[in-house]
């Protein structure tokens, strides 16, 4: 009873936390006119991608419209800086709790320092739309927006500690989850056409939902040994294993590859250069170039993760400190070339997967002819499908602890 009392409280924590930073949202700052602002983004394509995190914080420039971006946007730059300098890859592998602290604060730093510089940023791109544009008001921008970034990115921290799941992930599920109503204003339900559609829509996200469990569950396991696992007769046990993953990435390659693919259609509103403009149309109006080029960022960014992840050097150097060892691979060099060459395999599968998921309402559009997907984006429901699964099977651990604890007593 107790472990349940403590998960209700952790639930009850996580849904209050969430209620109130879904609110601030929407209270807006004063000064912009949001009438004119709405109707000019309306066609923005990176103003629309972003709002899919920011759950529409970019359409209406309220307290929390930064939402958790500067704070996932810091990991990742956290995480490449500990891949480049070594002092930071000293202080996370070897200190422990106080190391995994000092990393936190280096994360928090660079979120305040990243919020500050998209509030600048959004300053500056709303003076058309802003009653009396000057410094106070830029001023009070900056403050505010940046205050209310640190506020999600706590939010989030305290989800992590004493709520349920992970408190960035559930941040974003709430934002995509909640852009789900106005995606279905496109259908109308008394139209028996669209009645169809929204059925093939069912159908799609179903097989999006399938091959994402897929990629999210599947992993290759590569059988470790030592001398304490012989068996009678010497025989080996090989029941110990190391689990490489699929997709190591999760969704974030596809999320990154979106973003960046997004890039070349807001160069082309806001450049004059005719030579660039020329070659933005060129890849965009080209099938095969686009897609290419897509197909080119998904597997860039799960090799990156990948290697942000997994470390074969320290998983060789490891096994040798356990005294185990892969089965007929020499412990050293020869594991680390092991490991990397199924690696490289699994991340290029996974990522011929994630390409695949992608350009699903592409693919659906040109067999149907129907746009079906329309409004909701494949990457979307990957990191909903995603996020429900990582927090089902923590509610999951938590039940089936509270079941051993009562069989224990």
Request: charged content about 10%.
């Given at each position: 009873m107790e472990k349940t009392k403590k998960l209700v409280n952790k639930v009850i924590i996580t849904l209050i936390i969430l209620f109130i930073s879904r609110i601030g949202i929407f209270i807006p700052i004063p000064g912009i006119n949001q009438g004119e602002f709405n109707t000019s983004i309306g066609q923005n394509t990176i103003i629309n991608f972003l709002n899919v995190f920011s759950g529409g914080g970019f359409s209406t420039i309220g307290i929390f419209s930064l939402g958790i971006i500067?704070?996932?946007?810091?990991?990742?730059?956290?995480?490449?800086?500990?891949?480049?300098?070594?002092?930071?890859?000293?202080i996370q592998k070897n200190e422990g709790e106080i190391g995994k602290q000092k990393i936190s604060k280096i994360t928090r730093y660079l979120t305040t320092l990243w919020a500050i510089i998209q509030s600048v940023s959004i300053g500056l791109w709303i003076k058309p739309y802003t009653f009396n544009w000057n410094i106070n008001f830029l001023l009070d921008l900056i403050i505010?927006?940046?205050?209310?970034?640190?506020?999600?990115?706590w939010f989030s921290e305290v989800i992590t500690e004493y709520g349920i799941g992970n408190g960035a992930s559930l941040l974003i599920f709430q934002n995509i989850v909640s852009n789900i109503p106005k995606n279905l204003q496109y259908y109308d339900t008394n139209n028996k056409n669209n009645l169809i559609i929204i059925s093939l829509l069912l159908i799609s996200c179903i097989a999006i939902l399938i091959i994402n469990i897929i990629i999210q569950d599947s992993k290759r396991k590569i059988s470790i040994i030592a001398s304490k696992h012989l068996g009678e007769k010497n025989q080996l046990n090989t029941q110990n294993y190391i689990p490489l993953r699929l997709n190591q990435g999760g969704v974030m390659p596809i999320v990154f590859a979106s973003a960046a693919i997004a890039l070349p259609q807001y160069l082309l509103i806001n450049i004059n250069n005719s030579i660039l403009r020329t070659v933005l149309k060129i890849i965009l109006s080209n099938n095969i170039l686009y897609l290419i080029l897509y197909s080119f960022l998904i597997i860039a960014f799960s090799y990156f993760y990948?290697?942000?992840?997994?470390?074969?050097?320290?998983?060789?150097?490891?096994?040798?400190?356990?005294?185990?060892?892969?089965?007929n691979i020499r412990p050293g060099e020869e594991t680390i070339k092991y490991l990397n060459k199924i690696i490289n395999k699994l991340?290029?599968?996974?990522?011929?997967?994630?390409?695949?998921?992608?350009?699903?309402?592409l693919i659906?559009?040109?067999?149907?002819?129907?746009?079906?997907?329309?409004?909701?984006?494949?990457t979307s429901l990957l990191i909903?499908?995603?996020?429900?699964?990582?927090?089902?099977?923590?509610?999951?651990t938590y039940i089936i602890s509270e079941q051993y604890d009562n069989i224990m007593g």
């Open positions: 500067p704070y996932i946007n810091s990991s990742i730059i956290t995480q490449l800086l500990i891949k480049i300098i070594p002092s930071l890859e000293e505010t927006l940046t205050t209310g970034s640190v506020i999600i990115m990948s290697s942000i992840i997994l470390n074969t050097k320290d998983i060789a150097k490891n096994l040798q400190k356990m005294g185990a060892s892969i089965p991340t290029f599968i996974g990522a011929l997967f994630l390409f695949i998921i992608a350009q699903f309402p659906t559009s040109k067999i149907t002819q129907i746009n079906i997907l329309q409004g909701f984006g494949t909903l499908v995603g996020v429900a699964i990582e927090t089902a099977k923590q509610i999951q």
